[in-house]
């Protein structure tokens, strides 16, 4: 139980595209998702928590303009990487929880490489 | 400020004797505490938690001891296996729907 599913695995995209990330919950209904961000030998850095049904709440320093977040049900987190530039290349993780829960499941993540 | 402290960047263990990862903490409004474990190029894979209310839990060989006087947990890992070599992640959150605050993983390498 608890499966994420996060999609893709790895993107390379030119610079000015942009780029979305899936992640689904596959076998319980979230609540509420996260998004991380790891940059190498970095830990992993809370980006935006998305609620289903209600528009994302942003960390400080996180673009919310440039990273769109959409939870459009309880099962489905998306995050769009806007006008991606090559300091944007990073490792995203999203997680997602039940509601009432403190544990979080993590997607095995998407490294994005803008060129 | 990093609230989440892992100050070991790698722990070396023989196989079978017990591994032990520390995590210190500096926000007291976290009330719920975390370890993952993870691998390069994946997410992160849940082992174990502790509430606040409790300063011990234990599933199979996994034990995680909470000090919160000390503003210190710590992952007990007995016998020690091969295939416990990984990066793990101490975490800590507000509860409920907040995020997590991560340290910087410990980089646990089991010799045979």
């Known amino acids: 139980g608890a499966v994420v599913s996060q999609h893709p695995s790895w993107v390379i995209c030119k610079s000015g595209t942009s780029v979305k990330i899936e992640c689904r919950s596959l076998?319980?209904?979230?609540?509420?998702m996260f998004w991380y961000r790891q940059f190498p030998k970095q830990s992993l850095m809370l980006m935006a928590t998305?609620?289903?049904?209600?528009?994302?709440?942003?960390e400080q320093g996180v673009e919310k303009d440039k990273f769109l977040i959409n939870h459009a049900s309880l099962t489905l987190s998306t995050l769009t990487v806007t006008s991606a530039h090559p300091e944007d290349s990073s490792f995203y993780i999203c997680?997602?929880?039940?509601?009432?829960?403190?544990?979080?499941?993590f997607g095995a993540g998407t490294r994005l490489s803008v060129l | 400020d990093q609230q989440v402290k892992q100050n070991s960047p790698s722990l070396s263990v023989q196989e079978g004797r017990i591994s032990i990862l520390n995590c210190d903490y500096t926000?007291?409004?976290?009330?719920?505490f975390l370890w993952y474990k993870k691998y390069p190029a994946e997410g992160p894979t849940f082992l174990i938690s502790?509430?606040?209310?409790?300063d011990k839990n234990e599933d199979g060989r996994f034990t995680v001891f909470l000090n919160k006087s000390a503003k210190h947990l710590s992952l007990h890992i007995v016998p020690s296996q091969p295939g416990d070599s990984a990066v793990y992640f101490c975490?800590?959150?507000?509860?409920?729907?907040?995020?997590?605050?991560f340290g910087k993983g410990t980089h646990l390498i089991i010799q045979p």
């Open positions: 997680s997602a929880s039940e509601r009432g829960q403190g544990i979080q499941y």
């Open positions: 076998d319980f209904q979230a609540t509420t």
């Open positions: 998305s609620n289903e049904g209600s528009k994302a709440t942003y």
């Open positions: 926000n007291s409004m976290f009330d719920y």
């Open positions: 502790i509430s606040s209310i409790k």
């Open positions: 975490a800590a959150s507000g509860g409920g729907a907040d995020g997590l605050t």
